[in-house]
């Protein structure tokens, strides 16, 4: 069964970072292309990076640009997500995923990581 795990979420101030791990179980990572996306409270799910199989392309939501960073660890079967100057409208639910069908649809998806930002 393919499974995907985040972490590294929790509490921290504005302007603070966090490092968002996901681990792929029951599949390799190696040839698969890779979102991370969040859910506001109240709100829909929002695409915000992605990664190609080999890092050569990444894509990041203007929300999100120039203070997160995509990168994969194939290696380890592993993506992250870093998470520089955040901001309390970056308070959400972080997922991984994989098997894009639409921004809001995805193949496979964890179980997400509650990540908040509040003094």
């Known amino acids: 069964e393919m499974q995907l795990m985040e972490s590294g979420g929790g509490l921290v101030q504005p302007g603070g970072s966090l490092r968002l791990s996901c681990v792929a179980s029951?599949?390799?990572?190696?040839?698969?292309?890779m979102f991370w996306v969040r859910q506001a409270p109240g709100k829909g799910l929002e695409l915000i990076s992605s990664?190609?199989?080999?890092?050569?392309?990444?894509y990041y939501d203007r929300s999100v640009k120039g203070r997160f960073a995509v990168s994969r660890d194939n290696a380890k079967n592993t993506v992250y997500l870093q998470m520089n100057s955040l901001k309390p409208e970056d308070t959400a639910v972080y997922f991984c995923?994989?098997?894009?069908?639409?921004?809001?649809?995805?193949?496979?998806r964890g179980q997400g990581t509650q990540v908040t930002v509040s003094s």
């Open positions: 995923a994989r098997d894009r069908v639409s921004d809001t649809i995805y193949g496979v």
């Open positions: 990664i190609s199989s080999d890092s050569e392309d990444t």
């Open positions: 029951g599949f390799s990572l190696t040839s698969v292309y």
